[in-house]
C-alpha cells in the first residue's frame, strides 16, 4: 500500500474531482462553462467573525485549499530518491500536461480556480525534479570520497 502512495501524484485527487465536477456540470446544463463558474464563486458557508464581518467560503475556495493541502504532502513526497518517485514524476507530469490542455482548450476549465490548480501541478513538477537532481548529486558527491 505505501508504494502506491509513492507513486500515486495526489495533486491528480483535486483535479478529478474538478474534472468530475466540472463535466458533470456541463453535460448536465446547456449553459456549458458559465454554470461552472457560477458555481464555483456559490456561497457554502458564512462564518460571522469576532470583527463583525462576514467570511465567506465557496465552492472555489475550497478546491485550492485542497490542492494546497495536497501539494504540501506531495512536496514531502518528493524528497525521496527511488524509482517509484521517478515514476511519481513521470505522473505528476502528465497531470501537469493534461490540466495545461484542458485549460486552454475546455470552457469550463477557464477559470481563476483550475488556473491556481494548474501552477500547483506545474510546482508539483518543477519540485519532484529539483529536489531529485540536489538529492542524486549529493549522493554522487558522498560516494566519491
Given amino acids: 500500500m505505501g508504494a502506491i502512495f509513492n507513486v500515486f501524484p495526489l495533486i491528480l485527487i483535486p483535479v478529478l474531482t474538478y474534472n468530475i465536477w466540472a463535466f ?3 453535460a448536465a ?3 456549458g462553462g458559465a454554470s461552472v463558474r457560477q458555481h464555483l464563486a456559490d456561497v457554502w458557508v458564512r462564518v460571522p467573525m469576532a470583527s463583525g464581518a462576514e467570511w465567506t467560503i465557496s465552492f472555489g475556495d475550497v478546491m485550492v485549499l485542497l490542492a494546497l493541502i495536497l501539494l504540501f504532502v506531495e512536496l514531502l513526497k518528493s524528497t525521496s530518491t ?3 518517485a521517478i515514476f511519481n514524476h513521470a ?3 502528465l497531470v501537469f500536461i493534461i490540466c495545461l490542455v484542458e485549460f486552454l482548450l475546455h470552457p469550463a476549465f477557464a477559470t481563476s480556480v483550475f488556473f491556481v490548480i494548474l ?3 506545474l510546482l508539483d513538477v518543477l519540485a519532484g525534479v529539483v529536489v531529485t537532481i540536489i538529492s542524486a548529486r549529493r549522493d554522487v558527491e558522498f560516494a566519491g570520497q
Fill in 24 to 26: 458533470g456540470a456541463t
Fill in 82 to 84: 527511488g524509482s517509484s
Fill in 91 to 93: 505522473l505528476s507530469m
Fill in 29 to 31: 446544463s446547456s449553459e
Fill in 119 to 121: 501552477v500547483m501541478a
